[in-house]
């Protein structure tokens, strides 16, 4: 919560959430012991420009990973493709993980959309996709979605809104 955001997974800070604080939000299921999850970004009253702004590019370095997820694909394009939007928007001293992993029975397990992930891309791998930008100091930038490799691309398997707009608490 708030400038705490700013560290993946961190735990929330000991006060009352406030306008203006970038929350985190997350939540997963169990199917017969297989895992899923979604994350998102809260923003409690309007969002100043700059928060605008990296959410914009963290939904956009998602979108790119995603794009880049299809049979015979590495992991580690879809890595480099949220890398690349990243370089592109000036922000890669923000980025602190890769971009997802793989869900099965373990919530965070292999393979890893990561740059040094070689494993090619099958039909039927379940994968979170989350590439994040983080600011001390302002918070951090990730959603997170469950998708799956079909013979054909990917497919979302979480659907939830994303925009900034959909996301604000009034």
Same mark, same amino acid.
């Given at each position: 919560m708030g400038e705490n955001s700013a560290f993946p997974?961190? =735990?929330s800070i000991e006060r009352e959430i406030r306008k203006g604080d970038i929350i985190v939000t997350g939540a997963s299921?169990?199917?017969e012991g297989y895992h899923s999850e979604i994350e998102r970004n809260l923003f409690v009253g309007?969002?100043?420009?700059r928060v605008k702004r990296?959410?914009?590019i963290a939904l956009e370095m998602q979108q790119a990973a995603f794009n880049? &997820?299809?049979p015979g694909a590495k992991c580690s394009d879809a890595d480099r493709a949220a890398y690349n939007v990243a370089k592109k928007h000036g922000v890669t001293q923000a980025l602190r993980h890769h971009?997802?992993?793989g869900l099965g029975l373990e919530a965070h397990e292999a393979p890893f &959309?990561?740059?040094g992930d070689e494993t090619v891309l099958l039909p039927? =791998?379940?994968l979170s996709v989350e590439p994040g930008i983080y600011f001390l100091g302002l918070g951090g930038f990730r959603h997170s979605d469950t998708v799956v490799i079909t013979e054909h691309g990917a497919e979302w398997l979480t659907n939830y809104p994303k925009e900034t707009e959909d996301l604000i608490i009034r």
């Amino acid at each position: 919560m708030g400038e705490n955001s700013a560290f993946p997974h961190a =735990m929330s800070i000991e006060r009352e959430i406030r306008k203006g604080d970038i929350i985190v939000t997350g939540a997963s299921a169990d199917v017969e012991g297989y895992h899923s999850e979604i994350e998102r970004n809260l923003f409690v009253g309007e969002p100043e420009e700059r928060v605008k702004r990296y959410h914009k590019i963290a939904l956009e370095m998602q979108q790119a990973a995603f794009n880049a &997820l299809k049979p015979g694909a590495k992991c580690s394009d879809a890595d480099r493709a949220a890398y690349n939007v990243a370089k592109k928007h000036g922000v890669t001293q923000a980025l602190r993980h890769h971009s997802g992993h793989g869900l099965g029975l373990e919530a965070h397990e292999a393979p890893f &959309l990561d740059i040094g992930d070689e494993t090619v891309l099958l039909p039927g =791998m379940v994968l979170s996709v989350e590439p994040g930008i983080y600011f001390l100091g302002l918070g951090g930038f990730r959603h997170s979605d469950t998708v799956v490799i079909t013979e054909h691309g990917a497919e979302w398997l979480t659907n939830y809104p994303k925009e900034t707009e959909d996301l604000i608490i009034r």
